[in-house]
């Protein structure tokens, strides 16, 4: 079987070109986002795993799920992947459509990794150094990870900055061996 990333790619491109083309890349991000949040339940996976669950069923349990978070674009979408069968790739869907979203605006993703919760004004700060050496615009994600001891982890696309303590010491620890 394919990977579902590559099942999801063609769902997520077309979303992303109708979103893109009715200027409605907001809006698609926010219902991706809610189908996406409800097709995570280990409830409805096993319902949408159910072949003894119809599409009808499934279509009208989705859509009552969902509410008025679903306009009748979204509801088309829902559709075609119960008919497809590919509801299940739904969070692949919301991360690749996220991903063209963020490409098109020119917003890089950064994963900072803290050992302390950052403040607004370091994160600013941040975010701000950050814009000025990609010279594009940043949406930082903010984790904690208290076993950097010191410092951050920065993450933007495949390229990672490790400024922590931890990260430090274990270089250190390597050039000490060789």
């Known amino acids: 079987m394919a990977e579902a ?20 890349l907001f809006s698609w991000s ?14 409805i996976r096993e319902l949408i795993s159910n072949p003894l669950i119809s599409s009808v069923k499934l279509r009208e349990i989705i859509f009552s ?4 978070k679903l306009n009748e674009d ?21 991360e690749l459509f996220e991903q063209l979203k963020a ?6 993703e950064a994963e900072v990794v803290s050992a302390f919760p950052l403040d607004s004004g370091q994160l600013e700060k941040l975010v701000s150094i950050l814009e000025a050496k990609f010279q594009r615009k940043v ?5 904690v990870d208290s076993e950097l ?18 990260g430090k010491l274990e270089a250190m620890a390597t050039a000490l061996k060789s």
Do not use: W
């Open 5 to 24: 990333i590559t099942i999801a790619r063609p769902y997520a491109e077309a979303v992303f070109k109708l979103a893109r083309e009715s200027g409605s």
């Open 30 to 43: 926010e219902t991706l986002d809610a189908v996406n949040s409800i097709v995570r339940e280990s409830q």
């Open 65 to 68: 799920v969902c509410g008025k």
């Open 139 to 143: 949406k930082a994600e903010v984790s």
């Open 149 to 166: 001891i010191g410092g951050v982890r920065i993450k933007i696309g495949d390229q990672v900055v490790d400024s922590s303590v931890h």
């Open 103 to 108: 490409q098109h605006e020119s917003i890089l």
């Open 74 to 94: 979204g509801k088309r979408l829902v559709s075609l992947l119960i008919d497809n069968q590919r509801l299940l790739v739904m969070p692949q869907i919301h």
